[in-house]
């Protein structure tokens, strides 16, 4: 099983990822690195910088010459249907014909028909689909296989990460590499998940950079869910750095690191832990460092052994066996910025409804 990491296009993340693939105290290994700029079609993130082709193909060059592959993120789950018009299918395709000629190894996309026109008009390019398809079952593994396009490696939904059972399931039926995203601060199952990735995406096609009092729309108000109830931080998604083993007995191929957009040092410092496998530290500091939460990572360690022999569904009896609750309640800490950092969220929330309401930048040097 390999790591798949981000880069924000500094090439400090090149010297790191060197590092830990010839270093042995490493034990996971990096075979990919995925980014993005930028485009027409957007991609999963807001803040997407706009670079120089040479600065792209130089850092792309070098990752390659490691022996890594490089994969460009045009993940948009939407584009209004324009990749189906003949007169407007050209912003596509210009789009793919300008990321072929980077150099690149892998597009990934969450919109299947876009990689059929990759694999028609660019077949030296390998083709994945993002996690927001949210495949999450057997089922649409072997559909997917049916219905095209033809791809590489697919990136399964989030919400799966502690159903193994059903992760093997899938590795053993795809005929394909199959990755997980490990440091998702998604809330378990969220509902808006999908509007969500889509506004995002709509945004991070028209301008660079985050909007008052739009935000990030939902991940305002998920983090004031988070606030208000422990186990929904225990609920989420993540996998930590001890359990990689876990995935890899399943037959996950490779883990992916979430934090393209994050500062160099977060993503040294994320690729570090998941490549050594272990983390001394504050759990929350792999996810999302500047909120007021702290989770010991070492106090949970045992945590996923309940997950690996539950015999039963989580989607059915989420709440009922109180599990995350009652770990929650002891592992779970909030810092004293909580109730100041809750005040601004519950303003921000109003601004969205009421227009009379003007608002400061969400994101503060002392947050990134």
């Known amino acids: 099983m390999y790591l798949n990491v981000p880069t924000n296009w500094d090439d400090r993340i090149i010297d790191k990822i060197q590092e830990i ?8 290994k990096i075979q990919q690195v995925y980014g993005a700029t930028l485009t027409n079609i957007g991609s999963g993130r807001l803040e997407t910088p706009v ?27 939407s584009l209004g249907g324009i990749e189906h018009d003949r007169s407007k299918r050209s912003l596509v395709l210009d789009t ?10 892998i597009v990934t996309v969450s919109i299947p028909f876009i990689g059929e026109l990759v694999n028609y008009h660019y077949p030296n390019l390998k083709v994945k689909l993002s996690t927001m398809l949210d495949v999450r079952s057997v089922q649409n593994i072997r559909l997917l296989e049916k219905l095209g396009p033809s791809i590489y490696s697919i990136t399964l939904s989030r919400f799966i990460n502690r159903d193994f059972k059903l ?3 899938i590795a053993n039926t795809a005929t394909y590499e199959v990755e997980l995203l490990a440091n998702s601060l998604c809330l378990h199952n969220c509902p808006y998940q999908m509007y969500h990735s889509d506004l ?5 096609r028209t301008e660079k950079g985050w909007r008052e009092p739009f935000t990030d729309y939902r991940a305002i108000a998920c983090d004031e869910v988070r606030l208000g109830d422990k186990s929904e931080i225990l609920k989420a998604p993540w996998i930590r750095p001890e359990d990689l083993p876990a995935y890899q007995s399943v037959g996950i191929h490779s883990i992916k ?4 957009t994050f500062p160099t040092n977060w993503i040294i410092k994320i690729m570090e832990a998941y490549a050594l496998g272990s983390f001394e530290g504050n759990l929350w500091d792999l996810i999302i460092p500047f ?21 039963f569904s989580c989607d059915i009896f989420c709440g009922k066996c109180r599990y995350c609750y009652d770990m929650a309640d002891k592992h779970v800490k909030f810092k004293d910025s909580r109730e100041e950092y809750l005040q601004d969220l519950k303003k921000r929330l109003a601004a969205r409804i009421d227009d009379t309401i003007e608002l400061e930048p969400y994101f503060t040097e002392s947050r990134v």
Request: with cysteine; glycine share 6%.
């Open 291 to 311: 909120l007021p939460i702290h989770v010991d990572n070492k106090s949970l360690d045992g945590f996923l052994d309940y997950f690996l022999q539950k015999d």
């Open 51 to 77: 670079l120089s082709d040479e600065v792209l193909i130089e850092h792309i060059s070098k990752i390659q010459k490691l022996g890594i592959k490089f994969n460009f993120l045009i993940n948009s789950p």
């Open 257 to 260: 690191i979430a934090g393209r």
């Open 200 to 204: 995002v995406c709509w945004h991070a």
């Open 21 to 28: 693939n010839e270093e042995e105290k490493y034990k996971y």
């Open 167 to 169: 992760l093997k399931e």
């Open 96 to 105: 793919i014909s300008w990321i072929n000629s980077l150099g690149v190894d």
